[in-house]
């Protein structure tokens, strides 16, 4: 059962470029969380989403950033035009049913560099 | 105030000796505790579940204190391996990191 999977695993994008970010959960999975980690910092939650829906979206920016969990294939957290803040480690965690009970799964990351 | 709070850290500590974190939280009605461990550069990883009554695996023991509000993590004799960040989160529903405390086990 292979485990959650993120590509690219690093990513270089100028400034003013777009990001995209792919995350496939373990099999049996249908909640995606995605996390943005910035060097020497915590984790901060972005967004939640399951298939076709999303959950709470109350940790992305208002601006440039989306995310997606379509029926067919995997996540996608998308970046627009961005900006060398937006540089940071961004994983991905899924979970067979609501997180109230269960354990995240995290992908290995992306790492995000904007020149 | 932030959702969940832990203790800033960093924690340097000789092998064999005794360490705990603390993490508090802020929503009464949260309901499932865990505390994750992250290696440099790595994802984080499920260390261990909290449960009302406490729970021990090994040298660590994770206490809950619904009263306070806060969960800890105890490390008896620290081992090298032990070096990492360690993350609590807290529910409900949107699995909320602390900040992370990092410890470092010296020889």
């Known amino acids: 059962n292979a485990g959650v999977m993120q590509n690219p695993r690093h990513l270089v994008r100028r400034r003013g470029q777009e990001a995209r970010l792919r995350c496939s959960p373990m099999?049996?999975?249908?909640?995606v969380y995605w996390y943005r980690q910035l060097p020497e910092e915590g984790l901060k939650f972005m967004v939640y989403?399951?298939?076709?829906?999303?959950?709470?979206e109350s940790g992305m920016p208002k601006e440039r950033f989306s995310a997606e969990f379509p029926k067919e294939g995997p996540s996608i957290l998308r970046i627009q035009q961005v900006v060398r803040g937006d540089s940071a480690a961004y994983f991905c965690?899924?979970?067979?049913?609501?997180?109230?009970?269960?354990?995240?799964?995290f992908g290995e990351g992306s790492r995000l560099t904007v020149l | 105030r932030k959702e969940v709070e832990q203790d800033p850290g960093p924690f340097n500590v000789p092998e064999g000796a005794t360490v705990a974190f603390n993490c508090t939280y802020s929503n009464s009605a949260s309901q499932s505790f865990f505390w994750y461990r992250q290696d440099c550069r790595k994802e984080p990883k499920l260390l261990m579940s909290?449960?009302?009554s406490g729970n021990e695996d090994g040298r660590f023991t994770a206490q809950l204190n619904r009263a306070s509000q806060y969960i800890s993590l105890l490390i008896r004799d620290s081992k090298l391996s032990d070096s990492a960040t360690y993350l609590c989160?807290?529910?409900?529903?949107?699995?909320?990191f602390g900040a992370g405390t990092r410890l470092t086990v010296k020889p």
């Open positions: 909290v449960y009302s």
């Open positions: 989160v807290v529910n409900p529903g949107d699995m909320r």
């Open positions: 965690a899924s979970s067979p049913t609501d997180s109230t009970t269960g354990e995240l799964f």
């Open positions: 989403l399951q298939k076709e829906n999303i959950i709470d």
């Open positions: 099999k049996g999975h249908s909640h």
